[in-house]
């Protein structure tokens, strides 16, 4: 029975790799289909974002008595008129700092390279063999690079305006319909499902569900408090550009572990133009906020830790990155947890039933 077991495996992963090196074969058949999903993709995807974002919401208002269309109406009008407030306050400091540090770059590489040859100066360095240690010049030109790699991503930005203008527009519509049906997709989808395997999927639906609204409702939020606090910690210590940077760590800090360690490496080169006691201020303001986050608000917030080693992370968040690009990098915790909830429920029933046979 065992062999007999062995030999179906096998035959079924043969069948399945024939199939996909066929399918491989006629590609071009599902060309324009690829094609559709990565125009639909986006936008379904911030719609997933910002259903899950306001659902709590709807669901509270409907509760009191309020019609959904009108709930939702008025969540739109209340989104939008804080979007709107806190751009008329914090766009003109933004575009300042934004404008002064793109005209500012030529001289805060210089600045960055004289820091760099004053620390080489230090006595730590000069011990060092100086034909095996080339510090200014080795960091200055990566640095180079990486700016001039920023710089030809913002250009190229400007090519998917197209792709910014349809989400814009798209993505509120697409939320609102999904806010309005809300469960009747999943009640039609429970009526529908085999006596025998309903429970099952009800629970299974049921925990990707709440991973969902946990993760991404949990994330902006703690994002939201973390921007804030670096962002008064900045000030405090008098870091330049301090609200573009702290905006930048809040929008990496939506990406868990990496996205912290990423956000913080820009604050430290303007913290270490701006001199070496900027840099240990920086430090002491993110060690601070972050662990404010993770033993104070995370708790409180997400009821409990995602339940993903730190290293599965980095390796999601890579692969996730080099399939999809950013679109890879910001779904790929989601996307594994659903795939970890899938794969589990899949197992017990597998062994459930292996058991009984």
Known sequence: MKIGRFYQVCISIILVLIIIYLLDKVGFVFRPLVAAFNIVMLP???????????????????????????????????????????????????????????????????????????????????????????????????????????????????????????????????????????????DALKKRLPGKYRAAVVETLRDMDKVMSEFILGRIILSFLLGIMIYIGFLLIGLPYSLMLALLLAALNMIPYVGQIIGLIPCLIIAFIDGPSTVIGVLIVNVTAQQIEGNLLSPHIYGRKLDIHPLTTILILLAGGSAFGIIGIMFAIPAYLILKIVASRLFRHYAAESQYS
Not at 44 to 55: D, G, K, P
């Open 44 to 186: 379904l995807l911030f719609s997933v974002f910002l259903y899950y974002l306001l659902r709590p919401s709807v669901r509270w208002l409907h509760r009191r008595k309020l019609n959904k269309s009108a709930a939702i109406l008025l969540l739109y009008l209340v989104f939008g008129g804080l979007t709107a407030l806190i751009s008329t306050l914090a766009w003109p400091t933004l575009q300042a700092q934004f404008t002064s540090f793109t005209n500012n770059l030529p001289v805060l590489l210089t600045d960055l390279q004289t820091q760099l040859e004053r620390l080489r100066e230090h006595a730590w360095f000069r011990a060092a063999d100086p034909g095996k240690l080339d510090l200014s010049s080795n960091l200055t030109e990566y640095i180079g690079r990486a700016f001039n790699q920023v710089t030809s991503y913002i250009t190229n930005a400007v090519s998917v305006l197209t792709n910014v203008v349809l989400i814009v527009s798209t993505v509120p519509v697409l939320a609102y319909y999904m806010l309005k049906e809300d469960r009747k997709a999943y």
